[in-house]
């Protein structure tokens, strides 16, 4: 795990740890038919009434640009990044884990991955690599995540 932002986190917030691949970039299959980040905008529109949550940004090895560089290319949502860490996807879980071990005050989060990674005692989401993000189930798991008091038991 490399860190390469650490902004405070703010009071009370949440944190929603994000994998661009399968989540915010459309995959049409093969490398050169995908489409980055073009669901941001919709995940950045889920978030709108939830100014609490934060966002920690899980890049690849190929995902090498500068945190400054990725947040312009989220739009909107880069506003809410917090941290950017490098993993591959067999470390996630692992990566996870030890950004939560230095910020032990944040009590609520929750991995948005395609790999279906998971990490204990956290809301896990996963999303297939092709609708992502835009995928009803999705939105509607992440819309439980963000209103726990109106899931339904």
């Known amino acids: 795990m490399r860190s390469l932002v650490c902004h405070p986190v703010p009071m009370r917030a949440r944190v929603l740890f ?7 970039f459309a995959s049409e299959g093969s490398p050169e038919m995908t489409r980055r980040y073009v669901w941001a905008p919709i995940l950045e529109d889920l978030l709108v009434p939830y100014p609490d949550v934060c966002v920690v940004f899980l890049r690849s090895e190929e995902e090498a640009l500068e945190p400054e560089t990725l947040k312009g290319n989220l ?49 896990g989401i996963v999303c297939d690599a092709a ?9 509607s798991r992440l819309q439980g995540w963000l209103e726990p008091e109106k899931m339904v038991a």
Not at 18 to 24: A, E, F, M, N, P
Not at 131 to 139: F, H, N, Q, R, T
């Open 18 to 24: 994000i994998r661009s691949k399968g989540v915010l």
């Open 75 to 123: 739009g909107r949502l880069g506003q809410r990044v917090i941290d950017v860490l490098t993993s591959d996807d067999r470390s996630i879980a692992e990566t996870v884990r030890g950004w939560r071990e230095h910020h032990p005050e944040v009590m609520q989060m929750c991995l948005l991955t395609s790999t279906g990674a998971a990490v204990a005692d956290m809301a």
């Open 131 to 139: 609708p992502g993000v835009s995928a009803i189930e999705v939105k």
